[in-house]
């Protein structure tokens, strides 16, 4: 697989939360729920590729899948990572136009 190929597949989906919008809002930063094992670099690489702005820094934090239960049968919910990542000042990304 291609560097290319690699960087379409790591972000998996916007992370809409309470807190999401807060830190969009504040500090200027997006969350995305992206593959287990994409490293900062990698992170910063594809979102600079797939949206054309300009990336400060990102953070990444390890999810716990929450502890779940089916009737008589405890089971858990896969672990995720989830990216902060700081946008340039002037720089945006809006979810809601199509382009």
Known sequence: MSDQERLMKILLAPHISEKANRVAERYNQV????????AKP??????ELMFSVKVKGVTVANVKGKRKR?????????????????LEPGQEIDFLVAE
């Open 42 to 47: 990698e992170i910063k690489a594809a979102v």
């Open 70 to 86: 089916f009737g008589a049968v405890y089971g858990r919910r896969s672990d995720w990572k989830k990216a902060y990542v700081s």
């Open 31 to 38: 969350v995305f729920k992206v593959l287990r094992d994409a």
